[in-house]
């Protein structure tokens, strides 16, 4: 069965750092594309970053460009996201995700992590 | 920036009614890069449509989706109890790379 655990979540001061990891089975993690995506308390999904099996190609929402960093250690079969001045707009549910190759599909998604950006 | 606009946003029915969503793209989509998803209240999305109009691995064939440049259309014939959640559409192309409409709440 293919599954995703999201974890690393929590309450940040704004200004502040937090590491998210996705910790993925089921499946030659390698050999696909991954996502994070996230949904701010009440509202919609807003897509934040895409990375390719090999890390060769990377991209992030303008809303988080230059503040968050999207890297994948296929040895551990992991995905990370690493954010930095991290803004009250950031909270969210965050969702990890496996790229569907050739059309578009995000399928599975992991449970998600709370990020809470507050002092 | 392909903004995605889905109607209704809120959509009032019974089981065993037929649904229709809608959702309307600002420029062209091509179809392999239109998805559909289900969310239900707790629960992280779960794929329903890609390419705009296959059906995901266990969805059952009361769901369907049609629709090509800029307007599409995620069908459920028959509501069941279970079907009743939140509904967004999801497009690839432009900047930024992927956008989701605002959703659908499909409630009893």
């Known amino acids: 069965e293919v599954q995703l655990v999201e974890s690393g979540g929590g309450l940040v001061q704004p200004g502040g750092s937090l590491r998210l990891s996705c910790a993925a089975s089921?499946?030659?993690?390698?050999?696909?594309?991954m996502h994070w995506v996230r949904q701010a308390p009440g509202k919609g999904l807003e897509w934040v970053s895409y990375i390719s099996s090999s890390s060769s190609t990377i991209y992030y929402a303008d809303s988080v460009k230059g503040r968050f960093t999207i890297f994948r250690d296929n040895a551990k079969n992991s995905l990370y996201l690493h954010m930095n001045s991290l803004r009250a707009e950031d909270t969210a549910v965050y969702y990890c995700a496996k790229d569907r190759p050739s059309v578009l599909g995000f399928d599975p998604w992991g449970q998600g992590t709370l990020v809470t950006v507050s002092s | 920036e392909i903004v995605l606009t889905q109607s209704p946003g809120t959509l009032s029915l019974s089981p065993g009614e037929r649904a229709t969503l809608s959702c309307r793209a600002s420029q062209s989509v091509s179809s392999s890069f239109l998805a559909w998803y289900q969310q239900k209240p707790g629960q992280a999305p779960r794929l329903l449509m890609y390419g705009a109009s296959r059906r995901a691995t266990g969805i059952p064939d009361r769901f369907s989706g049609s629709g090509s440049g800029r307007d599409f259309t995620l069908t459920i014939s028959r509501l069941e109890p279970e079907d009743f959640a939140v509904y967004y559409c999801?497009?690839?192309?432009?900047?930024?790379?992927?956008?989701f409409g605002q959703g659908t709440k499909l409630e009893i």
């Open positions: 999801q497009q690839c192309g432009g900047s930024p790379l992927y956008t």
């Open positions: 089921g499946f030659t993690f390698s050999t696909y594309s």
